[in-house]
């Protein structure tokens, strides 16, 4: 018997990948999906032209030295930070490149989202930046709650509980939204995506799994994946009109 041909993509992150939302992503990789996680070795400490340049750098040596197909690349503030930095990869490599917004706004798209919350454990200076991204894209933020005191973008555990009764006061207090977007995978929404939907009555986007199916639909693949939301179990069509 023939063996099922898997599909290679690659994934960079600013940090190192073996942090603890990276192990929750890799177990709703599919079987027939390899995923190589490797660190573009420059922290979001650095300055901003320093850390396109070690993405760019990272990014071609990987596609050189790797048998992958598509690329995903993490970390939300760099792209908006530096807008021309997408034009510069898909200049660079020549197979699909997804960044964190570049696979979110056509995956609420697909739920017809246009009214969202926006969920990260970022700055107000780029949760700005990022609202005025999503806006260009037609999205309007109705809320986007100051949540970087909880630490998890500089590696506080926040439970998954405690994310969820934040979600609920926020859904409650924001009757108006047709999606929740969770931008920033350390907050790591995983575990409770399912149950946002079914209690709170709301689509969820979250970063990492949007990014996989971004990718992945990019070149042409499709999955259902149960337990991590309907975007992935549904797992709607990428047109070009998203």
Known sequence: MEAVKKVHIGLLTSRSGDRPHFDEFRRLVPAEVVLTIESVGVGPEANVAARTEGVLRRASAMTRDNPIQGLIITGAPLTVLNPEIEKKLDEAIAIPVTTPIRAATPALRA??????????????EINSLIQNRLKRSGLAVLSCPSLEYLGARTGTHVPADRIFEIMERIVRETPGADAVYFQGAPFNPLPIIGRIESELKLPVIASNPAMLWHNLSSLGHRFSIRGYGRLLEIWPALTNSQ
Request: glycine share 0%; aromatic share 14%; proline share 7%.
């Open 111 to 124: 739920f017809n989202a246009e009214k969202i919350i926006l969920m990260t454990p970022f700055d107000d």
